[in-house]
């Protein structure tokens, strides 16, 4: 088949206004090129393109957006089967500069734009297959303008294209022939990397990493080009951060000037190998072994003579896999950069902070010792990591604490670890310490005893901050469990246990009263505690006997004009809490509390009161002593902590107290029942008033103690019975239930002379009588509950004194209104003629 095309005759319809005409004959001869057998030789054609490349080149401006596309697409046609020549070359170029290269672009169509770029990316993929892509230096200049301007065009996939082309010349072109534009071209890129679409941004990364392969490294232009490519680092989109990635990839196997670069090039790459999306890690991981390979290739006999002694740390993560000797290679020869990573944790963005975390965590795994002389130069910004707000951040900081704690040399970094915390007694410190120290094997019983003491100190274990006492009782348990894997002596091993108990417990009282009930702080605490129980193989009572007044010895200053919320009160409020009264420390306690009722403020003295009255309810539990020495330390206590108080005062701080000394004397009557008969009935004296306070609550507690009064002679006793009845007129409905059901369980303790006894039992009958009377009157009450405990003590006298019982419900017969009530009870109450043993005890 014959190869014949009419030149003449396109050039003069090319030159025609009929639109129509033109496009016709442009993609006619578009197809004739392109289905040319191979039998047509390329002298052939390029015969034809000679006659006819000036008339398609002013197609280029025809007005006709048609006739604009069919004249790029037929010199496609002909770039395709021709052999690479300047003379075509610089004729185009000159034609697609003229069109879209200049300051005003002349072409409006972003479809003719996107062809006019594609159409570089053609010659430069067609010059480069054949060799001969150098003859692109004449034009370069040319090449440039256009590219710079398809990389700022309005239109993404223009842009893009622009990326692609900037890429495939990078690939191919001479260093030295492209590195005076390489500048100029970057500048646009670098405004790219901030477009709306990921894509975008994915190609203009992709034409920043290729044109860094020719940069002058001895200027600044290296410098900002990783400025500027860096935040993509934390990119919202998976693609563009593997990008970056394949940027440092790229450029740690090809930049001829690598190993000045390192410190810059690792953070583009380990960043990723810590990336949450699994198509960044699982992309750019491989490369990272290849770079790794081509490092200790080219340092062979360094690497090889490291490699011997490369054994992975005893506790090395089990869920991590240890980088190879040329990764890690890379890593340790560009420690400086530690420095610069650090200062981002303190970034005012979350992100950057945790993207710095995130990197700092890639560092430690590669350098792993080489990196324990670093530590002092991080260890403030890491720990002040540990304590950021946003938790991603401070469980990332974490996360490299307890990484350096297992891979760092223990005995190069543990002074120092002392140190800061030493000089920082703060919670930063604390959390970062803790992390690295449970996570290391090393701890000497020296090092042990030393931590012990040191969270014993007031700077530590009396803090009133929740985060801050959490890691002191973390700490303290790994004391413990770092204490089983030492040989020290049993006396050694004493020592320790005590200072670990003293913190633990002083820890656990601040934690307890600042929340006034149990969390996790007191929960954990008293596990610590059951663990030294264990180890000591005693019980939890015998250690509170043992070590507790050493806790109790650190609270001071009490003597000043102290809050409730000061640390000093609270401290000893949550120790009475917490471990209650025991006779080993009771004389010491009652001292600190002595002091605090003398000094301190109203509020800190009913505190510490209304503690002290709940732990009276543990006496008989806690005391631990024989009946006598239990007896003789009650008395003690009540002469010197309650008594003093149950006496009127004028003030509500007074009324306070006395409520407050009150319910202590109720909580002892019931928590030291046997000792409490032979010490109350010395305070009977101050019943009377305290059962007539104006205080509702003081009344209350009263009417409760008053049943515990026992033992007392009928003339000690007189007084408090008629005090007791007369509360039966309270004006608090409660106390005057517990009135009427005390009023029935006084028993007198007659005298052992019959007598005397006698005279005795008519005084009490006088007052019994006078009881029942006042009880029939208040059955009268429409009061269901006042009603039931007159019933209860009725029935109680009624079978104690039958004698009375009659005669009164005789006379209260013919006086009420109601009779057939009485009579009722009457019957109730006489049913059986033995007492009811349970009537006495009925509350």
Known sequence: ????????????????????????????????????????????????????????????????????????????????????????????????????????????????????????????????????????????????????????????????????????????????????????????????????????????????????????????????????????????????????????????????????????????????????????????????????????????????????????????????????????????????????????????????????????????????????????????DLAHACVDPVPEVNAEAAKVADLMGRLLSYDAWIDHGFDGLERNARESYMRCFYHMFSASLGGTYDQLMKLARLLRSTDYSHTLKPGFQLYILKLLDTILDKSQKIKPEEDELQDLYESVYVSGVKVMALSYSLNSHGNEDVNRGQLLIERIVQLEETTVAKIHERWFHLALRDVENLDASLDDNSEPVMLLDGLINMCHLRATYIDDLMEKVKVVFEHCSDSAQVKIFSSLSMATLFWSKTMNVDHQSSTQKLKVFVSQIVEPYLTWKAGSNAEAMRSLAMATLCALAQGAKEEAVDVLPALAKHMPSLLEDRNVTTRHYAIKAVVYFRDMSVEDLKPLAYATMQRMDDPSAGIRVLAALAVGKLKPKFSDSEKEAEHEKEVWAAFVTRAMDLLLLYHESPEKDIKAAVEVTLKVLAQSHPEAWEDRFKRALCMVQKKDQLNELYDKLTINDEPDPEASTTE
């Not at 034809?48 to 069919?70: G, N």
């Not at 690479?84 to 005003?104: C, I, Q, W, Y």
């Not at 290296?222 to 935040?231: A, I």
């Not at 290849?290 to 200790?296: A, Q, V, W």
Request: proline fraction near 4%; include cysteine; charge should be negative.
């Open 1 to 380: 088949m014959s190869f014949e095309i009419d030149t003449q005759k396109i050039c003069e319809e090319l030159q025609s206004t009929d639109r129509r005409l033109k496009t016709n004959v442009l993609g006619q001869l578009r197809d004739q090129i392109q289905n040319a057998s191979e039998n047509v030789t390329t002298e052939k054609i390029a015969q034809i393109f000679d006659q006819l490349y000036l008339h398609l080149l002013k197609s280029y401006d025809d007005r006709f957006e048609s006739v604009r596309d069919h004249a790029v697409q037929a010199v496609n046609a002909f770039l395709n089967r021709l052999p690479p020549m300047d003379f075509h070359l610089m004729n185009v170029v000159s034609t697609l500069a003229e069109r879209m290269g200049k300051a005003e672009t002349l072409e409006p169509s972003e479809e003719i734009r996107l062809l006019y770029i594609a159409q570089l990316h053609l010659m430069v993929g067609q010059y480069a297959k054949m060799g001969n892509v150098g003859v692109f230096r004449e034009c370069y200049p040319l090449v440039v303008k256009i590219l710079i301007k398809s990389i700022k065009d309005d239109y993404p996939v223009v842009q893009r294209e622009g990326c692609s082309t900037i890429v495939s010349l990078s690939r191919v072109a001479e260093t030295q022939e492209l590195r005076p534009f390489t500048e100029s071209l970057l500048v646009p890129l670098y405004s790219m990397l901030n477009h709306k679409h990921a894509q975008a941004r994915i190609s203009a990364v992709e034409a920043i990493a290729r044109l860094s392969l020719h940069i002058d490294a001895s200027g600044e232009g290296m410098r900002r080009l990783f400025n500027e490519v860096s935040p993509l680092l934390m990119d919202t989109m998976p693609l563009v951060r593997r990008e970056v990635g394949q940027m440092g990839i790229l450029m740690l196997l090809q930049l001829l000037d690598r190993y000045s670069f390192f410190e810059r090039i690792l953070p583009l790459v380990l960043c990723c190998l810590k990336d949450d999306s699994p198509e960044v890690l699982n992309h750019i991981y491989p490369q990272w072994l290849k770079c790794g390979e081509l490092y200790f290739d080219e340092n062979e006999a360094e690497m090889t003579q490291q490699e011997i002694s490369d054994l992975p740390a005893e506790n090395y993560p089990e869920d991590v896999k240890r980088p190879t000797i040329g990764c890690r290679g890379l890593v340790q020869r560009s420690l400086r950069l530690l420095q610069l990573i650090t200062r981002e944790t303190g970034d005012w963005k979350d992100n950057v902070r945790l993207h710095s975390l995130k990197l700092l965590y890639q560092f430690v795994l590669h350098a792993e010792a080489a990196m324990t002389a670093k530590f002092f130069e991080i260890y403030g």
